[in-house]
């Protein structure tokens, strides 16, 4: 027993995975199970020092085809944070059925010092054997998941040119029998209802808004286990994708072509070319949002976590792009303004940025750092950050989303600065790049590692605002309010010293104060409250102000210049606006549930 307490101790980490979702709720499943004997396996191999960590990384539902699972990202951030020795799998294929993603895995792995144990194939990746003989399953591995693929691929076309519809919900206005789908006339009036719409008005919004005055909801079906979908509203989207299926003219749309089918069609063959000639005919034409070079489109964000999404406008001929904040409606009732971002000087300013940052070694090492980079590796690359920026300068701007959007993981607009912060993965393999031919990221790698590096860069790219935020209503009709003549009068009075002011530019603040008929520190307290709220200097003029605020409180206070503070320091409610309804198609509110009709009717 001494001699085995000598040895280190190995903390053992086991990883188990199920394809599907099939008897998971079961108490004892194929999860259970893999974890039983991985256990029983580490539990063989103490007297090496093998210690079974507690932790459980279970992915139930997953396929091994890629690397996006919650419990394999978690067990990638604990080898990232030195809590595992080694892996231990039931069967290669639970970690992954990929050889690409297997060797990105294994670089990881090795990167860390982490053995590979798969326990029914009887090796680990701690010797060449083990690992040739790995890659070799691997290959097997993933042909199999190939051929089952190609096998449903084939099947699936097989039914299509056969004119039957392959798995699947029944579409709507159509019903499930034993030899294929069936008109279901009360969902089948609907459907000629919206094609006849959209060819008398021309337009999806008026088919949208006819959709919504009737009440049509989707129909209820059941699914395979009988639970029940559909009942709700008609959204946007349904509408749209019933005028673009081919199976309401009797086809079945296929991967590039469409085949006859079995069933019965639900308009005529001419309805359905002219819905279509007049679906193209109203296809947004360019320029489009993605037609642009504008790269940061889908990174950014604003400082009070609001998408901020590329906007186009023209006007007299011209195109004006700009990065604009989702005008989410939270934001629109605490009176919080859009923030509007030139796209040009946003890009032009990222990208200066980005360039300086590379060119800057002492925080270009500071963001390796955090990959546990050191020594002459760090050196290495960190004496390439200048040649990488000005490669970065000169690339092709058709290159620059791509290299963006895997380097950069958010960009963060406040109002005097602009937070880049950088996936520290892919600012490793930066290093590595030429500059001939496109840098693309491995999205694959990004949930296993959350290694980040921000940059902060003092800059002001937000414009003026466009919309007012002057919050004055009209008086209230309100019997019980009387105006405070203390406080009526302090107003007034801070009124007339403002006046003294601009007209004797000329007289000392003493002087003034003479003219005001009051000391000077009176006159100064004075002048501070022509800064109040223009909503809390008509609210004491109205008599609303609350019964808190009294001429001492008011004039003894040092009045701050934000408008949201004196409001918190006098007892004033926060502004908010009530939202009118807004009725476009997509964005409007839909009847209430007492108004709805449902397709069955």
Known sequence: MREFSDQPIKRCAIYTRKSTTHLLDHEVNSLVTQREISSAYIKSQQYKGWVELPQHHDDGGHSGSGLERPALAELMRDIEA??????????????????????????????????????????DTSDSMGRMILNVLLTFSQFER????????????????????????????YIAGTDGIHIDEAEAAIVRFIFTEFLRTRRYTAVMRAVREAGYCSSVKLSRRGVPRG????????????????????????????????????????????????????????????????????????????????????????????????????SQVEYRRAYRCNADNLDRTVLAAVCEFLGDRGKLRGALKGLGLFGNELDQLAARGKVLSTTLEDIRPEWRADLFRALVHRIEIAEEVVSVTFRSLELRRLMAWDGKTAFRGRAADWPCSDACYVLDVDVRVITAERWPSLHIRPRPDAPGALPDPKLVDLIRAARKAQILVDEHRDLSIEALAKKQGCRPTHFARLIRLNYLAPDIATSILDGTQPTSLDRKTLLDSNVPTSWSVQRKLFGFPAQERALAPRTLYGRGLWPSSAGRRPASE
Request: a positive charge.
């Open 146 to 173: 190939e051929l089952i693929a190609e096998r449903v691929r084939d099947s699936i076309r097989t039914r299509k040119r056969h004119g039957r519809i392959h798995g699947g919900l029944p579409p709507f206005g």
């Open 231 to 330: 009942g709700t509203p008609m959204s946007p989207g349904t509408v749209y994708g019933i005028l673009r299926n081919p199976i309401y003219v009797g086809q079945i749309h296929g991967h590039d072509t469409t085949y006859q089918g079995l069933h019965k069609p639900l308009i005529s063959e001419a309805t359905w070319v002219a819905a279509q000639a007049l679906s193209e005919k109203r296809k947004k034409r360019s320029p489009h949002a993605k037609a642009t070079h504008h790269f940061l489109a889908g990174l950014l964000w604003d400082d009070l976590g609001r998408h901020m999404l590329l906007d186009l406008n023209w006007q007299r001929g011209r195109t004006y792009c700009a990065y604009v904040s989702s005008n989410a409606a939270w």
């Open 82 to 123: 030195g809590k595992v020795d080694a892996v231990v799998v039931y069967k290669i294929d639970r970690l992954t059925r990929s050889l690409l993603d297997f060797v990105r895995l294994i670089e990881m792995f090795d990167r860390q010092s982490i053995t590979l144990v798969s326990i029914s194939q009887a090796f």
